[in-house]
């Protein structure tokens, strides 16, 4: 018959750890070295992707700088500012579906310099604000949409202030 104490030092007894030879050692040293490498050269491609997937969403955003804002009533209004500094819009109506965009889809030139501006924003409707690199924010208004005729103070720039590149965002609101 079995003595319960015989049991209880079986079952709490740490086991050995098998011998193993120098070279299995080495082997293991070597694989666990390159799993290690593995990692690390993972890291550095996610980092790589992340990097390549930011220049991409920048390179579209100074591609097209895209404000929304309101023109005519239940007309919409989509702005894009090029890198050469031309400032076009696109108008539609509803959403913002294919289907809904007037002129055919195509974009309507408002006109050239823009890129002069380090940002450009809508207030709302009728209201394009310019942020200089110097910190001199501007506005610009129109009546209707932002048709080249519209826009009021013969299309010049009114300027509000200076200072303002000490912020990092400035983006334009309106209430109903």
């Not at 889809?105 to 809508?122: C, D, H, L, P, T």
């Amino acid at each position: 018959m079995l003595d319960w104490r015989f049991i209880f030092r079986i079952m709490t007894a740490t086991p050995k750890p098998p011998l193993v030879s120098e070279e299995a050692a080495r082997g293991l040293k070597h694989t666990l070295s390159q799993q290690k490498d593995f990692l690390q050269m993972k890291t550095v491609i996610k980092r790589r992707t992340a990097m390549v997937i930011l220049a991409i969403v920048l390179a579209l955003f100074t591609t097209f700088t895209l404000v929304l804002a309101q023109g005519l009533p239940g007309v919409q209004v989509l702005y894009a500012l090029k890198p050469s500094g031309q400032l076009s819009y696109y108008s539609y109506s509803g959403l913002p579906n294919p289907s809904n965009f007037r002129n055919d889809g195509r974009e309507r030139a408002i006109s050239n310099g823009w890129n002069m501006y380090s940002k450009v924003f809508s207030g709302g409707p009728g209201v394009l604000f310019a942020l200089k690199p110097s910190g001199q924010l501007s506005y610009y208004s129109y009546s209707g949409l932002p048709d080249p005729n519209n826009f009021r103070n013969g299309g010049q720039e009114r300027a509000i202030s200076n200072g303002w590149n000490i912020y990092q965002n400035i983006f334009g609101g309106w209430s109903l």
